[in-house]
């Protein structure tokens, strides 16, 4: 569903992604965790088409999306949730889940606003509210829920879980997991590395811009080496 084969990105001299080979098959959960600074934000980015491809291709669906825009590349379904949320701030919650369908001009919309407030219940409660007066979990949700709005077939995550208290993070990986089950792809980031492979059926592991290991997400959390680096073991 997504390939990304050799892939090379820097921000100027600096090599943040230094040939990254990733797969994400259709219906799967993929886990990419590493470190801060890992270049995990940055493939993300290069996938989505808001850091420029030094080297390498990224396939959607079978076919080269290298160089395409993001509007382009959430009308055909590949929607990223990015690190620290971009919510609208000076919006309400149901304006922003409504910015989320900008691509689409279905009859639907109103209804999947309904879904998104049944996915996430305290958003129905704030609808009315400004999206810059809630707190960082609600926000996250809020993120989420609009991203959502655009029916996404594969979304990328990028580290939803943080900054959030734990009651919070157990109720964003809840709803990570609902979302795999209805049938959307996802990739996603998370420094939270435990949390990430429990919900994963693959994962890949990145240091220094390169994937260092890859496996089966149950083999990884036993695996001595992430257990040491990712697990505080
Ligand atoms: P984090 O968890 O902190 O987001 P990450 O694994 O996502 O980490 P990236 O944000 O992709 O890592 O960063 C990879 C490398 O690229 C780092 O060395 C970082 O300092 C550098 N980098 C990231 N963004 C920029 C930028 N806009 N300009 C210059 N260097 C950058």
Redesign the pocket.
Known sequence: MLKISGLRVA??G?Q?VKGASLEVRQGELVSLI??????????LKAITGTQPVAEGDIEYQGKSIRGQGAWDLVKQGLVMVP?GRGTFTRMSITENLLMGAFTRNDKEIDADVEKVFALFPRLKERRNQLAGTMSGGEQQMLAMGRALMARPKVLLLD?PSMGLSPIMVDKIFEVVDDIHKQGVTVLL?E?NASRALQLANRGYV?ES?EITMEGEAKALLNDPKVRAAYLGE
């Open positions: 921000y100027g600096i943040a590493g470190a801060n600074g890992a270049g995990k934000t940055t493939t690190e580290e980031v420094q990145m811009g």
